[in-house]
């Protein structure tokens, strides 16, 4: 299993970007389906998007899609998540996890790593 690490969070305004990085140690990084997910306050944890091992596949939430980019460096160890547009029900904690299930499978992700606050106001 992977540890992960997230950072890049931040304060923005509505409208702007952010880039969320994810750094793993452990082996064999290049196995894994990433997924970020996001936890708002009093709300669930929910998905955002993942990426298959080889960086071949993606799948977002309906809401962040044509706004939110999933990406890897296998050679870095790190998956990246790329924001745009951002607005303020983006705001949470967001946390990056893996799975060597399905890039589907979102319940199936696990090693979650401490989270990252992103903070969209409006």
């Known amino acids: 299993q992977v540890q992960l690490v997230e950072s890049g969070g931040g304060l923005v305004q509505a409208g702007g970007s952010l880039r969320l990085s994810c750094a793993a140690s452990?082996?064999?990084?290049?196995?894994?389906?990433m997924g970020w997910f996001r936890q708002a306050p009093g709300k669930e944890r929910e998905f955002v998007a993942a990426?298959?091992?080889?960086?071949?596949?993606?799948y977002y939430a309906e809401s962040v899609k044509g706004r939110f980019t999933v990406s890897r460096d296998n050679a870095k160890n790190t998956v990246y998540l790329q924001m745009n547009s951002l607005k303020p029900e983006d705001t949470a904690v967001y946390y990056c996890?893996?799975?060597?299930?399905?890039?589907?499978?979102?319940?199936?992700?696990?090693?979650w790593g401490q989270g990252t606050q992103v903070t969209v106001s409006s």
């Open positions: 990426i298959v091992g080889n960086g071949d596949s993606t």
């Open positions: 996890a893996s799975t060597l299930a399905s890039l589907y499978a979102t319940g199936k992700y696990m090693g």
């Open positions: 452990g082996r064999a990084f290049s196995l894994y389906q």
